[in-house]
């Protein structure tokens, strides 16, 4: 048997832009890279594109911040009206500290700032919130993957988040339709037929990550195709990314 | 230009015992597969092999545990003569609450159980502990594929952690060898010639859990080539996985 993966990154998409149907340009731009999508593909999307596309866009100097974002951001160094649209983004602060306002978004995920991104360059305002519901995004750029090819790969929404106690950001699954989230290797044994202690593989957040590794600092590809685990793909949309989210009781570190 | 990696699993090592040559192993076993190695490429490779190679493997029989293991263990439920050696691999515990024994290892990793693995299966009193210093390890196994193959590729050991606020354990890097671990990305712009939020890229994770991809339940295959990131690998070993951890004063976890 061959254990064989292959990351694909595809070019050629255009700005995205509010309303624009990802999934229609996606499928577009990859028969454009002459590759032919198959049923067991995952496509993997950044989160940045589909916020885009989704009208997740906001100007800050729209931004009204109020009393307790003017607070949090003088403590912290930020800029009140990004703490602004933080705050409303989320349902918990974890940790404001030091520079840091790590946060639990309303839809669950604990990150820095929301997982709102803000540009580094004075004088531009625009920011991108998080897609509000990324699984319902990942499903319907599935079925409209699906309509104009045909083909029905399963879907990966990644972004770039940190982590404790390691340097740097790896990508995870925020959103997936199609695609297993997690893998029970509960039961696999080792050579000597013993079980094995790992239990459950966040495949989504490895194929997240994986995918990252086709873009480059010269190349920012917002699209990705990943072949050789049609074993996780299924027909039906599966649970989506929601699944990956550690229940608080079961989490030390809020 | 194109942006392709290839995950490739490589079978048929046997069965790992202390003193083997891990290097010239994957060499050979690289070579029987049919691949060429190329000095471009990067061999990831399983971090419970490492350990079998260099004899950190105990016998649970053997480990006498002491009074603060006792306690330690009694609080969690777990076998004290594991928490015994969990401690001995620690210096610092970082969360013990809830049956889960979180610690900052020797060598500075913050993980369950300070790495060691051990078997479900009861009457199986083996364990593996930690390769002592990873990075070395990675230095040592591509100074042996080089000597098996004229050839030399970066090499990254991984294992699979748990991580705070989401299910599922992912393959990071604990060793180096040859590979940028952090991929700074700052300076990038987008299209619209914006400089990019994210900064750096824990790079040698992304590519252990990539490399994960390329394992079932059905084959635990330690070792996978991964093509197409020549740009990461160089010829000096380079600052190696240790890069990789985040320094005290920055972390908010602990």
Do not use: Y
């Not at 639990?104 to 919130?129: F, M, Q």
């Not at 083909?151 to 770039?160: C, E, R, T």
């Not at 239990?199 to 072949?227: F, H, M, N």
């Amino acid at each position: 048997m061959d254990w064989r993966v292959e990351l694909i990154g595809i070019p050629g998409l255009p700005e995205i832009a509010a309303h624009d149907r990802l999934g229609t340009l996606i499928g577009g731009a990859i028969g454009a890279a002459g590759e032919q999508l198959d049923a067991g593909d995952i496509v993997v999307i950044s989160q940045k594109v589909v916020s885009k596309a989704e009208g997740r866009v906001r100007d800050l100097a729209l931004v009204e911040p109020g009393r307790r974002a003017r607070e949090v951001a003088s403590g912290l160094g930020k800029d009140p009206r990004l703490v602004e649209l933080i705050l409303g983004e989320s349902r918990a602060v974890v940790r404001a500290e030091r520079g840091v306002l790590i946060v639990e978004t309303r839809g669950g995920w604990i990150c820095a700032n929301a997982g709102i991104d803000a540009s580094n360059v004075p004088g531009d305002l625009s920011v991108t919130l998080l897609p509000e519901d990324p699984d319902a995004s990942a499903r319907r750029i599935r079925v409209e993957l699906d309509a104009a090819t045909g083909v029905a790969p399963a879907v990966v929404i990644a972004d770039s988040f940190g982590r404790p106690w390691r340097l740097g950001q790896t990508d995870v699954a925020i959103g997936c339709a199609g695609l297993t989230p997690l893998d029970d290797r509960r039961g696999r044994r080792d050579r000597a037929g013993r079980e094995l202690a790992v239990t459950e593989i966040a495949l989504a957040d490895q194929v997240a990550a994986a995918a990252d590794l086709t873009r480059t600092k010269e190349s920012g590809l917002p699209a990705c195709l990943v072949r050789g685990l049609e074993r996780f793909v299924s027909a039906d949309h599966g649970p989506g990314a929601r699944v990956l989210r550690r229940p608080e009781p079961d989490d030390l570190f809020r």
